[in-house]
């Protein structure tokens, strides 16, 4: 993966800009030694590394304005950072940017329940915010597998997911209000407590902007009551197809699960030697969980067992009390985990229209075949997002170019029958070169002059979303800035 | 009036524009100021492309009248999440609301509340640029976040970034079975703490609404299975017991219909839509306004969503002034106050005179601004859509 030349003028900058920065930060928030800057030099995506410039991590919101009014002024290019788990190198540096982290910034401001939000800083993890409600039986629905380390300010960047979004939806839809500091170190709050901000839906626009049009450092989350209870059915059966066909016929019926997870028989296997689950043998198995009192949960998973039931499954397992519950779905969260033990792989993240499911599963096996890489498949099957992962071995010499290519392949066939490359982890570096095939030259316009309008000399994480030389001329004018 | 029947002619009209459009579905929603411009139908890019209910996604021509999207949905038990208002009643037009015009006013009813609003559901548009291109955002599949999302910047953007083409939608199945519980002669204050406590509450309430004052009503909506909606209405019922005996009953399709559409108020000449921090309620509308305005009432989304409105003799009492003079005296308070607690008011229904007296949609602060007038530079520079509608 390709990264623009670091600019000279920046590098020759270094003494001066971290001079500058301490002026207006404590000095232990501003990291500039060579040992130190390494720790930011890769997010998830580890295959990528570059250390920063240098980093700064501030404490509040006017500490942010500042470090960005001076990098507006010295025309340095900033990339956000939450907590580094993007897995698409959204958080990625240039040996010429500013890492502007946000750890540092992780109060809750307000919790209330009457009108059911949470105001939190923005390098709060995901998990922590649901920490915070809990006890009073509030919970915030977005979450990540990652929820135990991601920052909400990643969240929000990426727009992230979670096994629960089928009924709760992504981040977008449980985001209310947000402070962000524009790249010129304006300050500005947008939506609030209220359901619906007013004007332009600006909360929708920076929701899954990469950290390209400002730095968010707080956010009103919608929360919601617990649930009474929650608990899932297991369902194997013998090929692809008929679990394709089920997801189908379940969701057609008018129930709706709070999540619909799928598995592949490569990762059950790997997951039955980790995690002993205890998971049938078969082809595909779908774990579909439903919520409610106790004889809500009955008649929804009656229903789902009867739909199931037709299509002739391996095993049928309804789960009857927690601790079942809890080995149902053992291996499902131990699955990425199982797979990073045994091998290297790459995570995808396409989204295709549920109906293609099958055939897109056996052009991922007929791939795996041509590029002879193991592939396993485990993804949201009720929202069609896939999560193929490539198997490959990083010492190997080209096994990551190899894999990249597989990667890339998968992609367009998921745009091909009508998807998209990315459905929760985003494009970062990742898939910025393959946005052209999902988009047409003027789509990408459209959303690079959204940009140029938040940030008119490109110095937010510009590297990023686009393919590089489509953003050349933009980015090549960081003067304009100052 | 241009009248373009395929996407192809939508954009080659608006390439060889010389003016301004004033854009149009089905012409049931003149929110804003009236447009001075030649009018726009997109009545004729009309028709379901694509609907897939195992996979719950509809896409459709901007100008495909609201009741062949309901028909098509209702046919296999579904329906679009978040409740779209019909404005007919209220502002006394006719004519056939689009799904294009739900988009661009971003139209959400009662249950926006648990299933999101218009711009939650929406998940591609393809719309025409300023200049004349055709440009697609978003897609038919339900998680995407490939590249910016242009999807929720249209909607609710009134028409004045773009034409809308076409759009897609995610959907829900219909619930099997409503009811609804419902609590009487509340103050405003309580009516709003019942509401927070059956929304706080694991019962999955779709549905807050209230009308308060003389005889007030609070009305809870529960919608699932038939055993599941009778389960969660007897335990909402014991939730609630501090506010006094509740009454259940088992209901049917339309019981929400007039809520959503704000049908009271069909008679009042001028109608706001407040958006608002439910616990705010009070101080609105008992500290901020009675002491000098005359109107009423309704309250959705637990008070999150308040309905204020007036007839001339309610707006004309205000002072010696005429009814023009004494709504604008009520939206300068309004405004005035949501910008210092926090919400939005935007005048939904009013005189051509008023409107061009105040705005219509509630004054943003200056980077907002700033970034508003940059974004339609970029996606209108030759100020061709609907000019002047938000600003
Ligand atoms: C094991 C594992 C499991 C995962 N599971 C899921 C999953 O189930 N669903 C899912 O959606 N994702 C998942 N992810 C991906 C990742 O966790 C999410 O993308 C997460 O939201 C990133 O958060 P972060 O705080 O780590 O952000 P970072 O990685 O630090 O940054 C991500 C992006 O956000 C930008 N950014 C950071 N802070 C700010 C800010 N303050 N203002 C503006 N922009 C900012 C960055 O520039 C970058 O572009 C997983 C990752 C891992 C490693």
């Known amino acids: 993966m390709e990264m623009p030349t670091p600019d000279p003028r920046i590098l020759a900058l270094k003494s001066r800009l971290v001079q500058r920065l301490r002026e207006v930060l404590p000095h232990d928030a501003v990291i500039d030694d060579e040992t130190e800057t390494r720790v930011y030099e890769c997010d998830a995506l580890t295959a990528y590394r570059c250390p920063p410039l240098c980093a700064v991590l501030p404490a509040s919101t006017e500490e942010v304005s500042a470090v960005l009014k001076i990098c507006h002024q010295e025309g340095v290019p900033v990339v956000p950072r939450g907590s580094g788990t993007s897995l698409a190198g959204g958080a990625l540096p240039t040996a010429d940017c500013v890492i502007l982290g946000v750890a540092r910034l992780c109060d809750v401001l307000e919790t209330d329940y009457d009108n059911r939000f949470i105001k939190v800083q923005t390098g709060r993890t995901n998990l922590s915010v649901t920490g915070a409600v809990e006890s009073d039986g509030f919970f915030y629905a977005p979450d990540p597998s990652s929820q135990l380390a991601c920052a909400i300010a990643g969240n929000i960047a990426m727009n992230s997911g979670g096994a629960h979004c089928l009924k709760y939806g992504v981040t977008t839809n449980n985001l209310l209000g947000v402070k962000m500091v524009m790249m010129d170190g304006t300050v500005v709050d947008i939506g609030g407590a209220h359901m619906d901000a007013g004007g332009y839906d600006w909360l929708g626009l920076i929701c899954g902007s990469e950290g390209q049009l400002g730095v968010v450092t707080e956010a009103t989350l919608r929360i919601l009551p617990k649930p009474e209870g929650a608990r899932p059915v297991l369902i194997g059966y013998k090929s692809a197809e008929i679990a394709g066909a089920c997801v189908s016929d379940i969701i057609k019926a008018g129930v709706l699960p709070v999540a619909i997870e799928y598995m592949d028989r490569k990762v059950l296997e790997v997951v039955e030697r980790h995690a002993k689950a205890g998971y049938p043998d078969c082809e595909a198995l779908l774990i579909v969980e439903v919520e409610g009192s106790p004889a809500e949960i009955d008649e929804q998973l009656g229903l789902i067992k009867q739909i199931a039931a037709k299509h002739d499954p391996v095993e049928l397992r309804e789960a009857k009390d927690a601790a079942e519950a809890g080995r149902i779905w053992l291996g499902r969260k131990s699955a990425f985990g199982a797979m990073g033990q045994i091998n290297d792989y790459m995570c995808l993240d396409g989204t295709i229209p549920v109906s293609s499911l099958p055939h897109v599963l056996r052009r991922i096996g007929e791939l795996s075949t041509e590029f002879g890489l193991e592939v396993g498949n485990v993804f949201h099957a009720g929202d069609g997002n896939m999560h193929p992962l490539i198997l490959f071995d990083a010492n190997k010499p080209g096994d990551l170019e190899l894999c990249e290519e597989m990667g890339a392949e998968i992609l367009k066939l998921c745009v091909e029958v009508g998807g998209c490359l990315t459905g929760e982890h985003g494009v970062g570096i990742e898939k910025r070169d393959l946005m052209n095939v999902q988009f047409a030259p003027q789509d990408l316009e459209a959303q690079m002059r959204v940009k140029d309008v938040f940030d008119p000399a490109w110095l937010l994480n510009p590297a990023k979303v686009f393919p590089l030389a489509d953003t050349a001329a933009r980015r090549a004018q960081p003067e304009a800035a100052a | ?391």
């Open chain 2, 1 to 391: 009036m241009i009248e373009p029947t395929t996407e192809r002619e939508l954009a080659d009209a608006v390439a060889g524009a010389s003016g301004p459009f004033a854009i149009q579905g089905g012409g049931t929603r003149g929110i804003g100021v009236p447009v001075a411009g030649e009018r726009l139908s997109l009545a004729k890019l009309s028709g379901i492309s694509l609907y897939e209910p195992g996979a719950l996604t509809i896409v459709a021509g901007a100008g495909t009248p609201m009741s062949e999207i309901e028909a098509a949905l209702r046919s296999e038990g579904q329906m679009l999440p978040f409740e779209p208002m019909d404005h007919r009643d209220l502002l006394g037009t006719d004519g056939t609301p689009t799904i294009g015009g739900v988009v661009a006013t971003n139209a959400s009813g009662p249950r926006r509340l648990r299933a999101g609003a218009c711009r939650d559901s929406l998940i591609g548009v393809r719309y025409i640029n300023g200049h004349g291109a055709a440009v697609k955002n978003g897609g038919r599949v339900m998680k995407n976040v490939t590249g910016y999302d242009l999807v929720k910047l249209m909607a609710g953007s009134y028409g004045t970034l773009g034409v809308l083409s076409e759009v897609s939608f995610k959907l829900l199945p219909k619930p099997d079975a409503s009811g609804e519980v419902t609590l009487r002669d509340l103050s405003l204050a309580d009516g709003i703490s019942a509401m927070a406590a059956a929304l706080g509450s694991p019962y999955e309430v779709s549905g807050a609404a209230m009308m308060p004052g003389e005889g007030s009503v609070v009305r809870l909506r529960l919608e699932g299975f038939e055993n599941s909606v009778g389960y969660r209405g007897a335990e909402l019922i014991k939730t609630l017991k501090k506010f006094g005996p509740a009454e259940m009953t088992m209901g049917g399709d339309d019981d929400w219909r007039a809520i959503r559409d704000v049908s009271v108020f069909a008679n009042k000449s001028t109608v706001w839509k407040v958006s608002i921090k439910a616990s705010d309620v009070p101080a609105l509308l008992e500290s901020a306004l009675a002491p000098s305005h005359a109107y009423d009432a309704m309250l959705d989304w637990g008070g999150g969503l308040v309905w204020i409105g007036a007839d001339d003799s309610q707006l004309a009492a205000h002072s010696a002034a005429d009814a023009v003079a004494g709504a604008q005296a009520l939206h300068t308070d309004l405004q005035t106050h949501l910008a210092r607690i926090g919400g939005h008011a935007t005048l939904v229904k009013g005189s051509d005179d008023l409107k061009v007296r105040v705005p219509v949609f509630q004054p943003e602060v200056a980077p907002l601004v700033a970034l508003a007038t940059g974004l339609r530079a970029q996606f209108d520079p030759r100020g061709l859509f609907n000019p002047g509608v938000m600003g």
